[in-house]
C-alpha cells in the first residue's frame, strides 16, 4: 500500500505560480513513476504530467508544457508540480498518482490521492 497526500493548493490570481507537494507514504517510492491528474466541475479526469522513478523522462499535456514542471526529491518521498502562468482554465482538483509505468492514461496508475484544490481567478 502506498498512501499519498497532496498539499500546496490554493487560490491565486491569473499569471501567478503555485507548488503542489505530493507526499508518500510508502517503502519503495523511488521505484514507482509518479502522475498530477485534474479534474474540474463537469469535466472529465485528465492528465497533467508524469515523471519517471528518478526523474530522466517527464510527460506533459500540451495544455500546460512551458508552464508546469514535475519533479521529485525521492529522498523526501515527495513529488511537486511547479504551476506558472496560472490561467482560469487550470483551476481544478489536482490529484497525485503512482503506477509501475509511465502513462497519460489514469488507468495505468494505482495508488491516488484525496486531491488539493486549485482555483485560478481571472
Known amino acids: 500500500q502506498v498512501q499519498l497526500v497532496e498539499s500546496g493548493g490554493g487560490l491565486v490570481q491569473a499569471g501567478g505560480s503555485l507548488r503542489l507537494s505530493c507526499a508518500a507514504s510508502?517503502?519503495?517510492?523511488?521505484?514507482?513513476?509518479m502522475g498530477w491528474f485534474r479534474q474540474a466541475p463537469g469535466k472529465e479526469r485528465e492528465f497533467v504530467a508524469a515523471?519517471?522513478?528518478?526523474?530522466?523522462?517527464?510527460y506533459y499535456a500540451d495544455s500546460v508544457k512551458g508552464r508546469f514542471t514535475v519533479s521529485r526529491d525521492n529522498a523526501k518521498s515527495t513529488v511537486y508540480l511547479q504551476m506558472n502562468s496560472l490561467k482560469p482554465e487550470d483551476t481544478a482538483v489536482y490529484y497525485c498518482?503512482?503506477?509501475?509505468?509511465?502513462?497519460?492514461?489514469?488507468?495505468?496508475?494505482?495508488?491516488w490521492g484525496q486531491g488539493t484544490q486549485v482555483t485560478v481567478s481571472s
Open positions: 498518482t503512482s503506477g509501475s509505468s509511465m502513462s497519460t492514461w489514469d488507468r495505468d496508475f494505482d495508488y
Open positions: 510508502g517503502r519503495t517510492f523511488s521505484s514507482y513513476c
Open positions: 515523471i519517471s522513478p528518478i526523474g530522466a523522462r517527464t
